[in-house]
């Protein structure tokens, strides 16, 4: 449940538009949430498609969403 057959780049696509309505880069959120550049990046473009919950809720927190609003799977 949840997961598309291949889903890829829209996995990211609201964590792309909250970033980019708060005017947040990859590596500004990185440094923020504490999190690698890496991790955001993999999220941002699909390749995560479900993150750890502590990583969901320490993102959507510094963005001031919920975080069902990125990720309606949690």
């Known amino acids: 449940a949840g997961e598309e057959a291949g889903g890829g780049p829209d996995r990211g696509k609201k964590l ?6 708060r005017n ?3 590596s500004e959120l990185a440094t923020r949430t504490g999190l690698s550049i890496a991790t955001i990046s993999n999220l941002r473009t ?3 498609t479900k993150p750890h919950i ?5 993102i959507a ?5 919920d975080i069902y609003e990125l990720w309606p799977e949690f």
């Not at 792309?16 to 309505?21: E, F, H, L, T, V």
Request: proline content about 0%; aromatic content about 0%; hydrophobic content about 40%.
């Open 16 to 21: 792309r538009i909250a970033m980019a309505n």
């Open 24 to 26: 947040v880069n990859t």
């Open 46 to 48: 699909g390749k995560i």
């Open 54 to 58: 502590g990583t969901a809720k320490q």
């Open 61 to 65: 927190d510094c963005l001031g969403v």
